[in-house]
């Protein structure tokens, strides 16, 4: 008996399962959604409107996503706006969600499903596409304000040929019927009907579509925009090598080394200070050219610098000494505000103690340097003015090109007319850099002063009577600073002996106990690339580049 009962059991399971399967099987099959029947009436109206009523018999969640964009050519999409909904359901966006106890009617207006073609109109619609369930059958009617001339209905992919189950017409010609049974979720019931010429006056709806190989297409607007860049760079350019052009000109005609000694006495050419040349050089007031002028300053006496004794592992320092020496007042207005921002009412201050009120000062310092070298007759503008205007200009149109060129390429195919206002805005703020143009007259003092620092360079000291040449060397040291050749011309003044014996000390420069001047090209050379730091370190000067 447990014999027969044990191999009956296997079988008696097998047969249970299916049994106790379909209750399980049957919810879900519910809950996927099923759309038995759709009726369906498309009136045609004028100017192109299709209104559309629907009655739906489902079961479960259903939705349907209309379908509001396809393509139309390689530019544009076309659009089919759809507006007005009412009824037992919701639309959002493009999805409409039935609210119905397993039935629901709700009604819309589609507009762009009209196409003019030769010799009438043609409207095309997707009756019963985007459903996520099944659908078993589709009756759609159609009516129109004329007689209908052809009839077509497809079903399946969007792009299917395959007819439909069925279309007729009346005899009017005024009411067409398409039938589909058996529509697979996702896919398009598609329906076509030609009327005459002007029957609505209906027209797609065309929006372009973004690609970058069309937004910068290359025709006679974005071409000729591209070419009139061009000219007017090539216009910069030019007048760029005029004014340049003026400088090159005056330095070969005033060519020549030049010395700054006249009637035993030293004077520069064109009576330019070493705060100036700089600036006279480059248009811009550096950290070498105050360097320079705090050398300048101590060269004719109205301080003086003291080395400071230091340990093997300590920091340089020197202080500098205010003098009573010659008047403030045959100071430029530059120099009297390097003086004041330095001393700031002390008379005496360590170089490494130049923060506060001198950083402060420091710019006071350049913008009296730009308004000296412009009173001098050099400039006709202030040079930092000049660049200032043109560089916030270039951004200006720099970030006007890139919106431009963002909405143009994304609404039109004329994204180059943006790419060339960045080109330009981008041309202004790299050539707002040389802008700054001197006069007549400061080409000639830059011609000057370049024979001068030819003289600097390969001059013979020889020439220069003995008594002389502590005071002269000495002036000629601040203009080496600027033409970086400080070095050279510390050890020539180290060099320098009086009596016959080596002098200990300058009336300008004084080290610490057991110095002399063999060690004064060394101190020299320290001392300016630690005052340049001190004063780059304000950030009222940037380093030349």
Same mark, same amino acid.
């Given at each position: 008996m447990m014999d027969l009962l044990r191999r009956i059991a296997p079988v008696a399971a097998l047969a249970v399962l299916p049994v106790l399967a379909v209750p399980l099987a049957a919810p879900a099959s519910a809950a996927a959604g099923r759309v038995s029947r759709i009726s369906m009436t498309l009136e045609l109206r004028p100017g192109g409107v299709l209104h559309v009523k629907e009655q739906i018999t489902y079961t479960g969640q259903v939705r349907r996503t209309l379908l509001t964009r396809v393509r139309h050519d390689d530019a544009n999409d076309r659009l089919y706006r759809v507006a007005g909904f009412t009824g037992q359901g919701t639309l959002s966006g493009a999805t409409i969600t039935p609210k119905g106890n397993g039935t629901a009617t709700f009604e819309y207006d589609v507009t762009g499903a009209v196409t003019p073609i030769s010799g009438g109109e043609e409207l095309r619609w997707f009756a019963a596409g985007g459903w996520d369930s099944p659908v078993d059958a589709v009756l759609v009617t159609m009516t129109g304000p004329s007689p209908m001339q052809s009839l077509s209905c497809f079903a399946g992919d969007l792009t299917s040929a395959i007819g439909c189950t069925a279309v007729s017409m009346d005899e009017s010609g005024t009411r067409a019927e398409f039938e589909q049974q058996g529509l697979p979720a996702g896919q398009t019931f598609t329906v076509v009907a030609g009327f005459p010429a002007g029957t609505t006056g209906g027209a797609p709806i065309l929006e372009r579509r973004f690609e970058l190989a069309s937004?910068?297409?290359?025709?006679?607007?974005?071409?000729?925009?591209?070419?009139?860049?061009?000219?007017?760079?090539?216009?910069?350019?030019?007048?760029?090598? /005029?004014?340049?052009?003026?400088?090159?000109?005056?330095?070969?005609?005033?060519?020549?080394?030049?010395?700054?000694?006249?009637?035993?006495?030293?004077?520069?050419?064109?009576?330019?200070?070493?705060?100036?040349?700089?600036?006279?050089?480059?248009?811009?007031?550096?950290?070498?050219?105050?360097?320079?002028?705090?050398?300048?300053?101590?060269?004719?006496?109205?301080?003086?610098?003291?080395?400071?004794?230091?340990?093997?592992?300590?920091?340089?320092?020197?202080?500098?000494?205010?003098?009573?020496?010659?008047?403030?007042?045959?100071?430029?207005?530059?120099?009297?505000?390097?003086?004041?921002?330095?001393?700031?009412?002390?008379?005496?201050?360590?170089?490494?103690?130049?923060?506060?009120? #001198?950083?402060?000062?420091?710019?006071?310092?350049?913008?009296?340097?730009?308004?000296?070298?412009?009173?001098?007759? /050099?400039?006709?503008?202030?040079?930092?003015?000049?660049? *200032?205007? /043109?560089? *916030?200009?270039?951004?200006?149109?720099?970030?006007?090109?890139?919106?431009?060129?963002?909405?143009?390429?994304?609404?039109?195919?004329?994204?180059?007319?943006?790419?060339?206002?960045?080109?330009?805005?981008?041309?202004?703020?790299?050539?707002?850099?040389?802008?700054?143009?001197?006069?007549?007259?400061?080409?000639?003092?830059?011609?000057?002063?370049?024979? #001068?620092?030819?003289?600097?360079?390969?001059?013979?000291?020889?020439?220069?009577?003995?008594?002389?040449?502590?005071?002269? #060397?000495?002036?000629?040291?601040?203009?080496?600073?600027? #033409?970086?050749?400080?070095?050279?011309?510390?050890?020539?003044?180290?060099?320098?002996?009086?009596?016959?014996?080596?002098?200990?000390?300058?009336? /300008?420069y004084h080290g610490p106990a057991e110095w002399d001047l063999s060690n004064f090209a060394a101190s020299m050379t320290t001392f300016t690339a630690t005052t340049s730091g001190a004063i780059s370190s304000s950030r009222q000067f940037r380093r030349p580049l």
């Open positions: 937004a910068f297409t290359l025709n006679t607007v974005t071409g000729g925009a591209l070419a009139g860049l061009l000219v007017l760079l090539l216009g910069g350019l030019v007048l760029l090598y /005029w004014t340049r052009g003026r400088d090159a000109r005056a330095v070969q005609s005033e060519s020549g080394s030049l010395t700054a000694v006249q009637d035993g006495r030293f004077a520069p050419p064109d009576g330019v200070r070493p705060g100036q040349v700089g600036t006279l050089i480059d248009e811009q007031a550096d950290v070498v050219d105050v360097t320079a002028t705090v050398v300048d300053l101590a060269v004719r006496g109205y301080l003086r610098i003291d080395e400071q004794p230091r340990g093997a592992y300590d920091a340089p320092d020197w202080l500098l000494v205010k003098l009573s020496g010659p008047s403030l007042d045959d100071l430029l207005d530059y120099e009297r505000a390097l003086y004041n921002a330095v001393f700031d009412g002390r008379d005496a201050v360590l170089l490494s103690q130049l923060h506060g009120s #001198f950083a402060a000062g420091l710019g006071k310092v350049r913008d009296a340097l730009y308004r000296d070298v412009v009173g001098q007759g /050099w400039f006709a503008r202030r040079p930092d003015s000049v660049r *200032t205007r /043109w560089t *916030t200009l270039g951004v200006l149109v720099t970030c006007l090109g890139v919106v431009a060129t963002v909405l143009l390429a994304w609404f039109t195919t004329y994204g180059l007319l943006g790419l060339a206002l960045i080109i330009a805005g981008a041309g202004l703020s790299v050539g707002g850099q040389y802008m700054p143009a001197k006069t007549a007259k400061g080409s000639t003092a830059l011609a000057h002063t370049l024979g #001068f620092r030819h003289y600097l360079t390969t001059g013979e000291i020889d020439d220069v009577p003995p008594a002389q040449r502590v005071e002269l #060397f000495s002036r000629y040291l601040p203009y080496a600073v600027v #033409f970086d050749t400080v070095d050279h011309w510390a050890r020539v003044v180290a060099s320098i002996n009086g009596n016959g014996h080596r002098a200990d000390n300058l009336y /300008w």
